[in-house]
Antibody
Framework: QLQLQESGPGLVKPSETLSLTCTVSIGSISSRSYYWGWIRQPPGKGLEWIGSIYYSGRTYYNPSLKSRVTISVDTSKNQFSLKLSSVTAADTAVYYC????????????WGQGTLVTVSS | QSALTQPASVSGSPGQSITISCTGTSSDVGSYNLVSWYQQHPGKAPKLMLYEGSKRPSGISKRFSGSKSGNTASLTISGLQAEDEADYYCCSYAGGSSYVFGTGTKVTVL
C-alpha cells in the first residue's frame, strides 16, 4: 500500500512561486504501473486536477494551468514536485499529491493534503 | 475542460437509496468508460469508491453502485447509513492523459 506525504511552505506571497514536494514511501516511484499527480481543492470548493508525471519525466498538465505549472520527478529520492508560478489568492487551496494507477486510470492513493495560502 | 455537473446536494433517510448524477460531454464521460467516484469526509482526503463506472475497489460496500448512460454517469447508494454523509465527486478521463472532476455533491442523511 502506497503512502504519500506532501511537504512545503504553507504561505506564499502573491506573484511568487508555490513549491511542494511529495514523498512516496512503501513503494517505488519508478513503478511502471503508476503515474504521479497533484490535485487541489480551494476552501469550500471542489477538486481540480493539476497535472501528472511518469517516472520517465513525461508530464501532462491541466490546460487551464499549463502556462504556470511544472511537475518534476526525482527517482533517487522517491519524490515528485509541483511548482506553480505567479500565484494569486485564487491559488489558495489544499494541495494533494496522488498516485494514478495506470491499469484503471484511478487516483487510488492520496496524501493527507497540505493547505497553501497565498497572501502578503 | 469544464467541470462535470453534479447536483449540489442530495439527501435521504437511513435505509433509503439515493442517486447522484454526473453530467459531462461527449469528450469526457461520453467517450470513455473511465468515470470514478470519490467520497470525502470533512477535513479528510478523498477516498476512491468506484472506478470504470461501476467497479468497487476492495473493501468498498456493495451498497455503492454505478452506471452510465450517454454523457451522464450515476452513483447510487442503497441502504443509506449515517456514515455515508459526505461529499461525493465524480471524475472522468478527458483524453490526452487529462482528467476532469465533478462539481461535487453533499450527501445528507436525514
Amino acid at each position: 500500500q502506497l503512502q504519500l506525504q506532501e511537504s512545503g511552505p504553507g504561505l506564499v506571497k502573491p506573484s511568487e512561486t508555490l513549491s511542494l514536494t511529495c514523498t512516496v514511501s512503501i513503494g517505488s516511484i519508478s513503478s511502471r504501473s503508476y503515474y504521479w499527480g497533484w490535485i487541489r481543492q480551494p476552501p469550500g470548493k471542489g477538486l481540480e486536477w493539476i497535472g501528472s508525471i511518469y517516472y520517465s519525466g513525461r508530464t501532462y498538465y491541466n490546460p487551464s494551468l499549463k502556462s504556470r505549472v511544472t511537475i518534476s520527478v526525482d527517482t533517487s529520492k522517491n519524490q515528485f514536485s509541483l511548482k506553480l508560478s505567479s500565484v494569486t489568492a485564487a491559488d489558495t487551496a489544499v494541495y494533494y499529491c496522488v498516485s494514478l494507477y495506470s491499469n484503471n486510470w484511478i487516483f487510488d492513493y492520496w496524501g493527507q493534503g497540505t493547505l497553501v495560502t497565498v497572501s502578503s | 475542460q469544464s467541470a462535470l455537473t453534479q447536483p449540489a446536494s442530495v439527501s435521504g433517510s437511513p435505509g433509503q437509496s439515493i442517486t447522484i448524477s454526473c453530467t459531462g460531454t461527449s469528450s469526457d464521460v461520453g467517450s470513455y468508460n473511465l468515470v470514478s467516484w470519490y467520497q470525502q469526509h470533512p477535513g479528510k482526503a478523498p477516498k476512491l469508491m468506484l472506478y470504470e463506472g461501476s467497479k468497487r475497489p476492495s473493501g468498498i460496500s456493495k451498497r455503492f453502485s454505478g452506471s452510465k448512460s450517454g454523457n451522464t454517469a450515476s452513483l447510487t447508494i442503497s441502504g443509506l447509513q449515517a456514515e455515508d454523509e459526505a461529499d461525493y465527486y465524480c471524475c472522468s478521463y478527458a483524453g490526452g492523459s487529462s482528467y476532469v472532476f465533478g462539481t461535487g455533491t453533499k450527501v445528507t442523511v436525514l
